[in-house]
């Protein structure tokens, strides 16, 4: 039973660009989260996806932007990229009500240049 | 003040030690979490807890509901027990974020 898939594993943009970050989910999961942890901290949460639609969002600004597919997958983008991007970005997904936790995949990191 | 504080933030520990990290947090939970984060980045959830006391092998993980804290203890230290160790907790009544500490970096000598 796979668990938490993320791609790309490391990922080098330019200030600016755009960047597209990929989950699926551990299956019978149907929700997923994303969070961005820099060096050093705990991760924050960045927003939720279940249903197809943006169930919670953190405090970050509309840079960031996701969506989920019917197969539950799900996408992070971050347009306008800035050096302070440059982070862990970590997809967990769950199975509302979410009795029985997180799984947590590996992770993307990414660099701003 | 971050609402989940962690401590200690490093902790170094000879091989056999039994080890404790300390949890409070500031909101109301529905639940706390700790995980395990390797260098790697990956992250591993080793309790879900809303009361009393979990154990799993040499892991133990207790909460206090009413004091606002919970502490992950783990016995008879291993090296391979090296790792971050991240306390999180579900915010009561929110859609099912979590609010995460710092981290706890243990390192485990032989």
């Known amino acids: 039973d796979a668990g938490v898939t993320q791609s790309p594993t490391h990922l080098i943009k330019t200030r600016g660009q755009q960047v597209t970050l990929r989950c699926s989910p551990k299956s019978g999961h149907d929700t997923v989260s994303w969070y961005q942890q820099a060096l050093g901290q705990g991760p924050q949460f960045i927003f939720q996806y279940y249903e197809e639609e943006e169930r919670q969002r953190g405090n970050f600004p509309d840079r960031f932007s996701g969506h989920q597919f019917p197969n539950y997958s799900s996408e992070l983008n971050v347009n306008a990229l800035l050096l302070g991007d440059s982070a862990l970005y970590l997809c967990?997904?769950?199975?509302?009500?979410?009795?029985?936790?997180?799984?947590f995949g590996s992770g993307t990191r990414l660099t701003v240049v | 003040k971050n609402e989940v504080e962690q401590s200690p933030q490093n902790l170094t520990a000879q091989e056999g030690e039994f080890i404790t990290i300390n949890c409070s947090y500031s909101v109301g939970i529905s639940a706390l979490h700790w995980l395990q984060q390797h260098p790697g980045g990956g992250i591993v959830s080793l309790f879900m807890l809303s009361s009393g006391k979990k154990k799993h092998g040499r892991l133990i993980a207790t909460i206090n509901i009413q004091e606002k804290h919970s502490s992950l203890h783990i016995t008879a230290s291993h090296p391979r027990d090296s790792a971050v160790y991240i306390c999180?907790?579900?915010?009561?009544?929110?859609?099912?974020?979590?609010?995460f500490g710092k981290g706890t970096k243990l390192s485990v000598k032989p």
């Open positions: 967990a997904s769950s199975s509302l009500p979410q009795l029985f936790g997180y799984t």
């Open positions: 999180a907790v579900n915010p009561r009544g929110s859609q099912g974020n979590l609010i």
